[in-house]
């Protein structure tokens, strides 16, 4: 135990050193108007350089990633129902399925699943 608790400071204490000399040692810029406006030829631009963005497009799509990961979550389930209690496999799959229909059913609430807005 005092092994494990010594290598995760000795890691976290490098991984500080690290940050800290690469902070140091990096190229320094300056953010200015000139600098962080898009160029054509010299001349302003005539149009804006950002591009409009879907904010429905965006909702359905983090929606779907962490509907994604949460099905990623439940494969390794059905792998443990055999070496696991049964009665505490029922009901940790049954309180992570209710949490996942609970928000579901909120996102379906909100109107983030209706597209045709």
Known sequence: ???ILMMSMIIFLLA???M???NFLSKKSFMDR???SPFECGFDPKN???????????LI?????????EIALLMPMI??????????????????????LIGLYHEWNQGAL???N
């Open 1 to 3: 135990m005092f092994t």
């Open 16 to 18: 500080t050193i690290v």
């Open 20 to 22: 800290l000399v690469a």
């Open 34 to 36: 000139e600098k962080n």
């Open 48 to 58: 804006s350089a950002r591009l409009p963005f879907s904010l429905q497009f965006f």
């Open 61 to 69: 799509a983090v929606i779907f990633l962490i509907f994604d990961v």
């Open 79 to 100: 792998m443990i129902m055999k070496t696991s209690n049964l009665m505490s496999w029922m009901m940790i799959s049954f309180f992570f399925l209710l949490i996942l």
């Open 114 to 116: 209706n597209w045709a």
